[in-house]
C-alpha cells in the first residue's frame, strides 16, 4: 500500500483553542483521523505528525525519504522561515502538497512568502480543514497517475 506522510508544524497541535477566527475549530486529532479515514478510501496509508521543532520536521522528512510515496505539509510559521525545511524537502522526488488552513495571502505580508511554494508540487491555502482533504486527493490524483481527473486510487 501506499504510504503518505502528513506533517503539521508549530502550533498546529492548539488547533480548536487556537484563534479560531483563523483555524475554525477542529482540534488536530479529528484532522488525523479525517486523513486516515480518506486515506483508506483511496487506498492509501496514511501517517500523521506534528512537531513543534524545526530540527524534528527535518528529521522526520529525512527518515522518510525512501519510505513514502507522497507528502501533505502544514509548515505553520515554518513556512515563512525555514530554509532547513525548505532544504529537507528537496531529498524527496514524490508529490508534496503544502497547505494552508487560511488564506496566508489575505493574512499580514509576512506570511506571504514561503519557502516551500517552489519546491512542492503545488500549494491549498484559505479552505480551513476540507483543504487537508483535497490536499490528500490531489497526492492521490498524482500517484494515479495525473490528468485522469478521478482522484482516486484505481
Ligand atoms: C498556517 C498559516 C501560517 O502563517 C501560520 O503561522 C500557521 C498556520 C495555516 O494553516 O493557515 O501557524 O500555516
Not at 519557502?115 to 503545488?122: L, P, Q
Request: proline share 4%.
Amino acid at each position: 500500500m501506499k504510504q503518505i506522510l502528513v506533517i503539521h508544524g508549530p502550533n498546529l497541535n492548539m488547533l480548536g483553542k487556537r484563534e479560531p477566527e483563523h483555524y475554525g475549530r477542529v482540534t488536530l486529532s479529528e484532522i488525523d483521523d479525517l486523513l486516515v479515514r480518506r486515506g483508506r478510501e483511496l487506498g492509501l496509508l496514511v501517517e500523521t505528525f506534528q512537531s513543534n521543532h524545526e530540527g524534528e520536521i527535518v528529521s522526520k522528512i529525512q527518515a522518510a525519504m525512501g519510505n513514502i510515496q507522497g507528502l501533505v505539509i502544514n509548515p505553520a510559521a515554518y513556512t515563512h522561515t525555514s530554509v532547513a525545511i525548505r532544504d529537507a524537502l528537496l531529498l524527496l522526488e514524490i508529490p508534496m502538497v503544502e497547505i494552508h488552513l487560511s488564506n496566508v495571502y489575505k493574512r499580514e505580508p509576512f506570511r506571504h512568502h514561503s519557502y516551500m511554494r517552489d519546491v512542492v508540487t503545488g500549494q491549498i491555502t484559505g479552505f480551513g480543514v476540507y483543504g487537508y482533504t483535497m490536499a490528500l486527493d490531489a497526492v492521490a490524483n498524482i500517484l494515479q497517475g495525473p490528468d485522469t481527473g478521478k482522484g482516486k486510487m484505481g
